[in-house]
């Protein structure tokens, strides 16, 4: 079973409540789901989103990890690992 080597680069805790993705707040983009950075704290759309801001921000920024900041839901993607965390 593959596993996350990144999970020492998680800086960041969840955050209670967010407005938005942040660059869809900018761009007057919409958005189905966010994610939080666990190294930096941007908020960011899922993948099932127009603009898919969290996968982007991972992959410019070097990132690995993002979690769900969803009501009831308690999970992160390594995005380079592949797998869940």
Do not use: F
């Not at 996350?4 to 942040?22: A, L, S, Y």
């Not at 869809?24 to 950075?37: D, E, N």
């Not at 898919?52 to 979690?67: D, E, N, V």
């Amino acid at each position: 079973m593959a596993a996350c080597t990144h999970v020492d680069q998680i800086r960041v805790e969840r955050p209670d409540t967010v407005e938005g993705c942040e660059e869809c707040l900018k761009i007057g983009g919409q958005w189905l789901h966010l994610r939080v950075c666990r190294s930096c704290g941007q908020i960011g759309c899922c993948d099932s989103s127009p603009n898919q801001h969290a996968s982007k921000h991972a992959a410019t920024s070097g990132h690995p990890i993002a979690s769900s900041v969803e009501p009831g839901e308690d999970w992160s993607w390594c995005y380079v690992d592949q797998v869940a965390v």
